[in-house]
């Protein structure tokens, strides 16, 4: 599904990701995690085409098409969906008609016809039930207003409606009471497939009880240094990221 | 509307100036040029009765003795007046006696402009006053309107069929010696929709006038007036187009609106004059002038304005609050791009007790474009709690525009309540990368957010207008993202 090869990227000056590598299977979750400024969220948006990011080196391979050379409006038409860490509020547009927008473009770059306003209305219904969103939240100006767990509900429930390939959640559960963080996990674990994958970043162990993943990796100084599975971010939780610190200099040092 | 919004982002495709076409037709002209000959030949092309002649007259002298303003945040070379023609009129076999003996190739003209003169094909209840330069060609739905005492014609024949009327109230809202502009219009106008609803009746169908510039070299001057007495409700739309031509034309207009006790005037304007290139080549200059006075208690007036053309826009559409109890608003999204500016804006006049105004503006600036906002809320020694509250929002796409808000407060009543609200934002490269994620290109993005920032205004407008305004933005700023 996507495979990362030796991915150098960095904004202005700096140099961020530092050569990574990781493959990324139909079916599977994988998380990444690492402290603050190891580079998590770039990767996520690099991925997703932000352009103030520099790609330097390497390649990226989604669904083998060559993901660096598409725009990120055609990454995400190919099923690549990120789900921000802070998403934007837009006035006056309602959420209802901005997904609706999303949707038929995904929709026309796929040859499809548009959803008519029928069937859209029965996919939204549908859908909202997986992250528990009221009407009245959609009918409202896109993120406007709208409380943490409000926004990253939102960001759920326009991945579900979007039904991506490969969806990135970037640091999904920053801001999340324990009550929202299970209600996105929900939304997440229902939409889980043999055909699609999950890129879940996160600076927590937390979230990863709730999404449980196939492999996790830890991302440190803008390399993945160290890959394996759950119990990884078990270790994690319990040792803190020191003991990545601690073993990389050990390495090092040998 | 979320269906319609779909379409409309569908349809944003081309960039260019949709009806910018020029028909081909023989015109009747008057010479270049204005002095008192030419005012005298355009009142004998009309047959005028001579205390209108007399009326252009004066105004003609006063407008000698003025001086062209130039306090507006806007530059254009000097206007060479004499090198306009004041009087074009496209030339018909015969006079028309019904709608079906209008010339086709002037039917189709307004066909391609989506405007339709048989009214068995209008879908719903729009009556139309066509004016192509300076003359009105046709005016649908006149008979239906008059059994219910409606009068719905062109400004011309109103001075032939209602001389009494039309000497009542013409110059009442907007003197001749108001400013500049209106002199040069008092003197010269040619055409314009005229429009009386008697007491008591609810106009049952949407009045609307589309003014089309058609010949070259030429002024349009049109004079609009719109009285509803005691109780009466009208719907009025104005739009309009032009030919994309290099050199500017001069459009001066008047438009007043008298509405008496408790009646109510809600008039919208659809503004799509030829823009110029976006080297600021041609265009339209929009010298409007258009007030509106709320003589009887409990009236109210109100102005939504979608101006998205003209190379420079100017005017201000306002309210003599004069009645108790009385309401002003005004609704106004101005976009400017490439080289465009606007200085547009509002004036309420608080003079009666308990009278209410509200402002709500919205600029949207692209490319090397200034767009203005000039405001001001008056409110007179005898206004006792008056209220106005004003929201002035600007949007700036890019960073070679600019947006100017210029609010003027005067307060003699101190239990005036007067609130100002203004904001700028700029549309974020966050928000659109946010768009794009989703599967939107930039431009879609960009006319979704536009129509969002809008969505106020727009919501305004009657439906089927709302629709091709919400195109109509989207049209106007392609290209001038990304």
């Known amino acids: ?254 | 509307m979320y269906e319609e919004n779909d379409d409309i982002l569908g349809e944003v495709t081309s960039s260019e100036y949709k009806y910018g076409f020029v028909t081909d037709i023989e015109s009747d002209d008057a010479p270049k040029g204005l002095n008192e000959d030419i005012i005298r030949f355009i009142s004998a092309k009309k047959k005028e009765p001579g205390w209108l002649l007399e009326w252009r007259l004066k105004a003609y002298r006063h407008w000698l003795t003025m001086e062209e303003p130039t306090w507006p945040n806007v530059q254009y070379p000097a206007i060479n007046y004499q090198d306009v023609i004041y009087y074009s009129a496209p030339k018909q076999k015969i006079a028309p006696n019904s709608l079906d003996e209008i010339d086709p190739e002037l039917r189709r003209t307004f066909e391609k402009l989506g405007i339709s003169l048989q009214e068995q094909k209008r879908l719903t209840g729009v009556a139309v006053d066509a004016v192509i330069d300076s003359v009105s060609i046709a005016t649908t739905f006149k008979e239906e309107l008059a059994e219910l005492g409606i009068i719905f014609c062109s400004m011309s024949e109103a001075v032939q069929e209602h001389p009494e009327l039309v000497r009542k109230y013409i110059g009442s809202v907007v003197p001749p010696t108001d400013n500049y502009f209106s002199a040069l219009n008092s003197a010269v106008f040619t055409d314009g929709s005229f429009c009386f609803i008697p007491a008591g009746v609810r106009c049952p169908m949407e009045l609307s006038t589309y003014f089309r510039i058609n010949a070259a070299n030429t002024g349009q001057f049109e004079r609009t007036l719109i009285v509803a007495e005691a109780g009466a409700y009208v719907s009025y739309l104005e739009g309009c187009t032009a030919p994309m031509r290099d050199e500017n034309q001069l459009h001066a207009a008047v438009v007043e609106i008298v509405a008496m006790e408790k009646a109510e005037v809600k008039y919208s304007t659809v503004q799509n004059w030829y823009p110029g290139d976006k080297d600021g080549h041609g265009g339209i200059y929009n010298f409007v002038t258009k007030r509106g006075i709320c003589q009887g208690d409990y009236s109210k007036i109100s102005w939504t304005q979608v101006e998205t053309g003209s190379a420079i826009t100017w005017k201000y559409p306002s309210v003599i609050l004069k009645g108790d109890y009385s309401n002003g608003e005004f609704y106004s999204v101005a976009v400017t791009n490439n080289m465009q500016q606007a200085d547009t804006g509002t004036k309420m006049i608080h003079l009666g007790k308990h009278t209410r105004s509200r402002i709500v503006s919205k600029g949207i600036s692209a490319g090397k474009s200034n767009n203005s906002y000039r405001g001001l809320v008056q409110v007179g020694r005898n206004a006792t709690n008056a209220r106005n509250f004003s929201q002035c929002d600007s949007l700036l796409l890019g960073d070679k525009c600019g947006a100017h808000t210029f609010p003027y407060i005067e307060v003699k009543n101190n239990t005036a309540v007067v609130e100002h609200e203004a904001t700028t934002s700029k549309i974020g490269e966050d928000q659109i990368f946010y768009c794009n994620q989703r599967g939107m290109d930039t431009e879609t993005a960009v006319a979704l957010i536009i129509n969002g920032f809008a969505k106020e205004v727009m919501n305004q407008l009657p439906m089927e207008f709302a629709v091709e305004a919400q195109k109509l933005l989207a049209i106007s700023l392609e290209g001038s993202v990304g």
Do not use: W
């Not at chain 1, 039930?129 to 939102?154: M, P, T």
């Open chain 1, 1 to 254: 599904m996507l495979k990362i090869t030796d991915l150098h990227a960095g904004i202005e000056e700096k140099k961020i990701l530092k050569g990574i590598n990781l493959e990324i299977k139909a079916g599977e979750v994988h998380a990444i995690m690492g402290p603050n400024g190891s580079g998590k969220s770039t990767l996520a948006s690099v991925l997703a085409g932000r352009e103030s990011f520099e790609v330097t080196g390497g390649s990226v391979a989604f669904q083998g098409k060559d993901l660096l050379e598409m725009s990120p409006e055609d990454r995400a038409r190919e099923g690549m969906f990120l789900a921000f860490q802070y998403p934007v509020e837009i006035p006056g547009v309602s959420t209802t008609n901005f997904i609706k927008t999303a949707v038929n473009e995904t929709r026309k770059y796929r040859g499809q016809e548009p959803l008519d306003a029928v069937a859209f209305l029965k996919l939204m219904k549908e859908r909202m039930k997986l992250v528990q969103i009221d009407q009245s939240l959609l009918s409202r100006s896109l993120n406007e207003g709208f409380s943490g767990g409000e926004k990253k509900r939102n960001e759920i429930f326009q991945m579900a409606m979007l039904e991506p390939k490969l969806a990135i959640l970037d640091e999904t559960d920053s801001g999340l009471d324990i009550d929202a963080l299970r209600i996105v996990a929900n939304g997440v674990n229902q939409l889980r497939s043999k055909d699609n994958a999950f890129l879940v970043v996160t600076h927590y162990q937390r979230l990863l009880e709730y999404i449980v993943p196939d492999f996790v990796h830890v991302l440190y100084n803008g390399r993945i240094v160290k890959s394996g599975t759950k119990e990884l971010a078990l270790e994690l939780e319990e040792k803190g990221y020191d003991f990545i610190k601690n073993e990389l200099l050990v390495t090092e040092q040998a």
